[in-house]
T-cell receptor, first 117, second 113 residues
């Protein structure tokens, strides 16, 4: 079945540093990937839509200069949290769309737990 | 804005019993729905989906029911097992929304031995 892999699974960084999270589709090509953020005991909130070969589309309230997204190939999207601060600590999850239309399942990676100290 | 919501935040169920998780949605344009299971520290795992041209769909031990009249979605888990303990999310999509899933608030299912 479809597999989406994220790396790292957890990361601790100091305030002011940048962190890169990778999202790979392992057995399928993903022209579109999505990045979500999830705070404890809350639901998933869409941050941005990552499109292969073009600029990402960010949801309202998400700073594009802080959360840099690159989707350079059909199997890899990266999210870089720049100048991270403690309030950026969260669970970041990527997902990829395997189907050819909106009404097909979105498969998720296992998430990256970011802790900023 | 429109959103997908859940009635019960926590559901305790005896092992072996059936579980029913409910979800209300407000976007009448939504025509595709998915149930996800999320275990602690992991990403959501696809369970089952349903399109609006159906009112029922069955999988292995799970059944999803869709009532478009009252904008209600439910997930039934038969013979609930300890491994079913997790948070369950419903999510909805529509052609207008493209691939942007809207997630409900989640229901935690606790299976008692």
């Amino acid at each position: 079945g479809a597999v989406v892999s994220q790396h790292p699974s957890w990361v601790i960084c100091k305030s002011g540093t940048s962190v890169k999270i990778e999202c790979r589709s392992l057995d399928f090509q993903a022209t579109t990937m999505f990045w979500y953020r999830q705070f404890p005991k809350q639901s998933l909130m869409l941050m941005a839509t990552s499109n292969e070969g073009s600029k990402a589309t960010y949801e309202q309230g998400v700073e594009k200069d802080k959360f840099l997204i690159n989707h350079a190939s059909l199997t890899l999207s990266t999210l870089t949290v720049t100048s991270a601060h403690p309030e950026d600590s969260s669970f970041y999850i990527c997902s990829a769309w395997t189907g050819g239309s909106y009404n097909s399942p979105l498969h998720f990676g296992n998430g990256t737990r970011l802790t900023v100290t | 804005g429109e959103s997908v919501g859940l009635h019960l935040p926590t559901l305790s169920v005896q092992e072996g019993d059936n579980s029913i998780i409910n979800c209300a949605y407000s976007n009448s344009a939504s025509d595709y729905f998915i149930w996800y299971k999320q275990e602690s520290g992991k990403g959501p795992q696809f369970i089952i989906d349903i399109r609006s041209n159906m009112d029922k769909r069955q999988g292995q031990r799970v059944t999803v029911l869709l009532n478009k009249t009252v904008k209600h979605l439910s997930l039934q888990i038969a013979a609930t097992q300890p491994g079913d303990s997790a948070v369950y999310f419903c999510a909805e999509n529509s052609k207008a929304a493209g691939n942007k899933l809207t997630f409900g608030g989640g229901t935690r299912v606790l299976v008692k031995p």
